[in-house]
Nanobody, 129 residues
């Protein structure tokens, strides 16, 4: 199993910056894609950005050019640098990790879990106008 803990959220003025961190522990070798999601009150959870184990990144249109996702596999940590924050960025931000089965031999696999996705508890980001 993989445990995820977010940190770095808080209250910031519009135009400011925050840097979120997501620390992974447990069976971290099983992690493939990691991503940041956010959910505002009364709205659906949406993908903000994600990143592969090899470092390929994707950013949603609403944050492209302002947010940058990154990860340090040696530290089992993912980051989200958020610049030029807007009030509409206000939400709870969640860390997500996809767990990928790994083939050891034709008859052996590892990283097989009941749930192939791990989630953190979330960190609140509030941007004031």
């Amino acid at each position: 199993q993989v445990q995820l803990v977010e940190s770095g959220g808080g209250l910031v003025q519009a135009g400011g910056s925050l840097r979120l961190s997501c620390a992974a522990s447990g069976d971290t070798i099983c992690i493939s894609v990691m991503g940041w999601y956010r959910q505002a009150p009364g709205k659906e959870r949406e993908l903000v950005a994600n990143i592969t184990k090899g470092g390929l990144t994707y950013h949603g249109d609403s944050v492209k050019g302002r947010f940058t996702i990154s990860r340090d596999n040696s530290k089992n940590t993912m980051y989200l640098q958020m610049n030029t924050l807007k009030p509409e960025d206000t939400a709870v931000y969640y860390c997500n990790a996809e767990l990928e089965p790994r083939t050891i031999s034709p008859t052996q696999v590892m990283c097989v879990f009941l749930d192939s996705n791990s989630w953190g508890q979330g960190t609140q980001v509030t941007v004031s106008s």
